[in-house]
């Protein structure tokens, strides 16, 4: 790698929740490698030992976090900031106090805004019965700004069909960038819900996922504005480079955004980049309420216990959506999208 100027102003290790800069208030990574279905779209395998409703410790390499016969999150609200779940393998099972739902997955994403207030689920069905379930996914928080804290709950989705792939080769080897979020080399994914802060562009927020094989190299561009701020994790492989500075695997690196910076890796590497300029304002956040002010966190505790954010209209508290593979969305207004296993 050539280039004097090193670009890394930070590090810091990838625990279970990863460190995020303003725009951006959360993100994990998840990986599960469940074992065959019982049937029932839970695990066949014994639960005894484990601290259901709170099985996060991962033995045997899987989790049934809060479910407990299906693993997933059942029913719990969110107001004043969006989830963005990226799902790499496996299936997710959403269902929400709106009366929608989906089946989303391989590659698929779901943008949530939360806005005012929503209750969802998040469960993970075990379909295959003949064989392992491995699930693997991101979930992202980001933020809203004031003006759009109270707006009408809304999710859009993002099939894997419909986001763009930009694909660099150096000497035979490929850096693939999945393009969820923020345009790039021309490349432009499916819009955002459109009171995120991601819907404006002046907001520049990018997220991508970097895939370099061996040996490869690829220039990241400069951001457009000097108070961009980009975060990159190495979550998986040997190590990548960004100009002259090594990030091992398991690390997370505060990039300065105003110049282009060479990407590679020698041993080949997966990164995650998040991107987006500061909405600058004050954070009071409690579990899942996220607003400005501490007295709007003890509003929304007491809007959710009068109101249940509308209700919950489902007979279980973590429902799943069938046997079949088939991926959906029906949304609130009863619009239905559809893709193929």
Known sequence: MTGAVDPVLQEAPLGPQWPTVDPFLFCAHHVDHYPAGNGSFGPAASLAGRDLGQ???????????????????????????????????????????????????????????????????????????????????????????????????????????????????????????????????????????????????????????????????WTMPAARFPDTVRTAYVFDGEAATFGPHRVPAGTGALLSADAPVVVGSPLGAEVLVLQGRPIGEPVARYGPFVMNERQEIVDAVEDFQRTGFGGWPWSDDGPVHGAEERRFARHADGREEVRAV
């Not at 929503?118 to 379909?127: I, Q, R, T």
């Not at 019965?129 to 992202?140: K, L, P, V, Y």
């Not at 099939?159 to 345009?183: C, F, K, L, N, Y």
Request: hydrophobic share 40%; glycine share 10%; no cysteine.
């Open 55 to 217: 099985d996060f410790v991962g033995v045997d390499g899987w989790r049934m976090y809060h479910g407990r016969t299906v693993p997933g999150f059942p029913q719990h609200p969110h107001r004043g900031f969006e989830t963005v779940t990226y799902v790499r393998t496996g299936l997710i099972d959403h269902s929400d106090s709106m009366g929608a739902a989906a089946r989303f997955g391989r590659g698929d994403v779901q943008w949530m805004t939360a806005g005012s207030g929503v209750v969802h689920s998040e469960m993970f069905p075990l379909l295959q019965t003949d064989g392992s379930n491995d699930a693997e996914f991101f979930q992202i928080w980001l933020n809203l700004p004031a003006a759009d804290k109270m707006v009408e709950p809304h999710f859009a989705m993002l099939w894997d069909d419909a986001i763009p792939r930009v694909v660099h080769t150096h000497q035979g080897a490929s850096t693939e960038i999945t393009v969820i979020a923020g345009t790039l080399e021309g490349a432009v994914p499916p819009p955002p819900p459109p009171s995120s802060w991601a819907e404006r562009a002046e907001a520049e927020v990018a997220i991508w996922h970097l895939r370099l094989e061996p040996g490869a190299v």
